[in-house]
């Protein structure tokens, strides 16, 4: 059993994985979660500091969803990522679709390697033998 404090109010929490919040606390991320994603919805053209300042969240938090690929801002928005690998404006997650595509393709490509045929030799003199 992992017993941790909650990063948010401090209580003491059982630590399963995942959030190190406790469930109170998660609960409460969730709703702030839905408040945010709505006020994006209903403000496309909102920028990051808006946002966290109209919906009291911070920008850290903001930027960890947009991670996640939970929050997404629209084309027009001055938010912008880069993509971890190649450095293109994305506006959420961590790659690019490029970037995320030749991922795949490679680890597509570690799993349907072809096995490696080995050929073995001959031992000669293990052989059967008959007489005439």
Partial sequence: ???RNCKSCGKLFNYI????????????LEVKFEEVKK??????G?????VSEEMEVSVAQIRKWLKEERLS????????????KCGKRILTGRFCKMCKDSMSKDLGNLYHKEPEKKVQKQKTENKMRFLE
């Fill in 73 to 84: 801002f629209s084309e027009s928005s001055e938010i912008a990522l880069e993509c971890e």
């Fill in 46 to 50: 909102a920028g990051i500091q808006e």
């Fill in 1 to 3: 059993m992992d017993v």
């Fill in 17 to 28: 994985g995942g959030s190190p919040v406790c469930p109170e606390c998660a609960k409460g």
């Fill in 39 to 44: 006020y994006i919805y209903d403000h496309p």
